[in-house]
Every structure is written in structure tokens, then in C-alpha cells.
């Protein structure tokens, strides 16, 4: 039973987690301590400072951790507590898993569509602006963040857009546009 709950658990978190790693840290924090009480805060503390100083996203580290200590606390084996390592570890990533697959295979049968097309060739510059405008906000001074974020927003959109400029030359010129205004 604590496998399922364990499954169950990290792949709501898996599935309503945006944002990476660090981002999970609070949810599995607020799942495993608070809400299932499998462990304690001292323990979760340890478990993320553990994770960071091992290779890898935090977040799987953490949820691989914590599903070998749950296991572990519970009273099995090792063995029994790899387990619940890899439980927990692949009900993490497998939200991610199915949603990369929805969508390789919404390409594949809408990749032709005119409609498909234009929301791609859309969005496509809106993400190059929108990650030029977080770059300068990464490197200017708060006075500055509002008008010159969204100054190399509408440069980087207007370049993709008309221009069909690279992204990630877009990128790399909104950080050193950001650095020089700063």
C-alpha cells in the first residue's frame, strides 16, 4: 500500500510542477512532511541537502531519496527500499514522459496544419522574447528592469518574427544588450 501511495503522490507532483527541480522541492516538502508526515523536516532537510551535492536535477534526486528513506523507515530491506526509490523516481518523471509524448505525437498528425504551423511560428518568437526579457531582468538593476526588459522583448519578438533571426543568437545578444545597459 505505502508503494501506491508513494506512486500516487509524486506523480501529482510530477504532473503539477512547473518549473524544475527546485520548484517541486516545496510540494514534495509540503506531500511528504506535512501532509504524509513519512518524515521529518530535519530529515527532508537533509534528504535536499544530499541531493544537491549529488549529480543530477534535484528534484529526482530528492524524490529517489525520499522514497528509499520512507521504505527504509518503514522497516524493510535495502533491497526493498530501492524499490521505493525507483517508485518514486519513476512517478516523478513519467507525467513528463506522457505529456513529451502527446505532444511528439500532435506533431506528427497536425505538423502539416496551417493552424499547427501559425501557433508554432508564434510562439516561437514569443519565447525567444520572453527569455531575452528574463535575461535582461537577470542583469539590470531594478530601475531599468520594466522598460528595458520589455524594450529587448519586442526587439527579440520583432527579429524572430520578421527578421528570422536565430533564438538563441536572440538570447545571447539580449544578455549582452542587458549587461551593457547595466
Do not use: C
Not at 35 to 41: A, D, E, K, V
Amino acid at each position: 500500500m505505502i508503494f501506491l501511495e508513494l506512486f500516487y503522490t509524486f506523480f501529482i507532483i510530477g504532473m503539477f510542477t512547473i518549473g524544475g527541480g527546485y520548484a517541486m522541492l516545496s510540494l514534495i516538502q509540503a506531500e511528504v512532511v506535512t501532509r504524509h508526515q513519512w518524515l521529518t523536516g530535519q530529515e527532508f532537510t537533509d534528504i535536499v541537502a544530499i541531493s544537491q551535492m549529488t549529480p543530477g536535477p534535484i528534484g529526482i534526486n530528492s524524490a529517489t531519496y525520499v522514497g528509499y528513506t520512507v521504505i527504509h523507515d518503514l522497516g524493510y530491506s535495502q533491497f526493498v527500499s530501492v524499490l521505493g526509490s525507483l517508485t518514486t523516481t519513476l512517478a516523478l518523471i513519467l507525467p513528463s514522459f506522457i505529456i513529451f509524448f502527446i505532444i511528439v505525437k500532435m506533431i506528427s498528425r497536425f505538423g502539416d496544419s496551417p493552424v499547427f504551423k501559425g501557433v508554432m511560428n508564434v510562439l516561437k518568437p514569443a519565447v525567444a522574447g520572453l527569455i531575452g526579457a528574463a535575461a535582461v531582468i537577470l542583469v539590470t538593476p531594478e530601475n531599468f528592469i520594466d522598460i528595458w526588459s520589455w524594450v529587448i522583448f519586442a526587439a527579440a519578438f520583432a527579429l524572430s518574427w520578421w527578421g528570422k533571426a536565430n533564438p538563441i543568437a536572440l538570447i545571447i545578444a539580449a544578455g549582452i544588450a542587458g549587461y551593457l545597459i547595466y
